[in-house]
Antibody, heavy 118, light 112 residues
Framework: EVQLLESGGGLVSPGGSLRLSCVAS????????MTWVRQAPGKGLEWVSS????????YQPDSVKGRLIISRDNSKNTLYLHLNSLRVEDSAIYYC???????????WGQGTLVTVSS | QSVLTQPPSVSGAPGQRVIISCAGS?????????VHWYRQVPGTAPKVVIY???NRPSGVPDRFSGSKSGTSASLAITGLQAEDEGNYFC????????????FGGGTKLTVL
């Protein structure tokens, strides 16, 4: 069974930093592109970043480029999201998800809450 | 402003059929990327109800069905039940930015 378990969220001041982790199990982690998606309170879903299976290729929208950095450690089956120069508008639940290789459903974790407030 | 357009809300009485639409463009749905549908109850993670346009995960009732045509996709729910209430999101990918996921703004389903 595919399991994705996020951690690392919490309360941080504007301008601060945080590192989120997502531990994967139940599949060969390095075979899959992984993604972070976030959801601000009462809002819709927003794609944050994706990373290829080897970790060599990353993708992200311009809105977060340079501040939110995705990485992975395949030896630890762990996906990371480094959040830097945090803004109040970065407050959200952050979900990690596995991108299906072909026909199949994306698998999501339960999320970790990040609150940016002074 | 979401890339995919969904109605903000739909409603129906128990037993009725509702359809939730998801309108995209030639760079996402129209590019034949898979469309996935999620149901989300407040305080919980989104859960897939339809994947790859028309497929139901194990455990999702066959009252749920998906379709896609051109630059749009739809989720149909027949025999509406109170437990179907929630927010429904469509999601696909977009060729304008490699690796990107795009979402609809969500549709709140109310069972009257």
């Amino acid at each position: 069974e595919v399991q994705l378990l996020e951690s690392g969220g919490g309360l941080v001041s504007p301008g601060g930093s945080l590192r989120l982790s997502c531990v994967a199990s139940g599949f060969t982690f390095s075979d899959y592109t992984m993604t972070w998606v976030r959801q601000a309170p009462g809002k819709g879903l927003e794609w944050v970043s994706s990373i290829g299976g080897s970790g060599d290729t990353t993708y992200q929208p311009d809105s977060v480029k340079g501040r939110l950095i995705i990485s992975r450690d395949n030896s630890k089956n762990t996906l990371y999201l480094h959040l830097n120069s945090l803004r109040v508008e970065d407050s959200a639940i952050y979900y990690c998800a596995r991108v299906p290789i072909s026909v199949g459903p994306p698998d999501w974790g339960q999320g970790t809450l990040v609150t940016v407030s002074s | 402003q979401s890339v995919l357009t969904q109605p903000p809300s739909v409603s129906g009485a128990p037993g009725q059929r509702v359809i939730i639409s998801c309108a995209g463009s030639g760079s996402n749905i129209g590019a034949n990327f898979d469309v996935h549908w999620y149901r989300q109850v407040p305080g919980t993670a989104p859960k897939v109800v339809i994947y790859s346009d028309t497929n139901r995960p194990s455990g999702v009732p066959d009252r749920f069905s998906g379709s896609k045509s051109g630059t749009s996709a739809s989720l149909a729910i027949t025999g509406l039940q109170a437990e179907d209430e929630g927010n429904y999101f469509c999601q696909t990918y977009d060729s304008s930015l490699t690796g990107s996921w795009v979402f609809g703004g969500g549709t709140k389903l109310t069972v009257l």
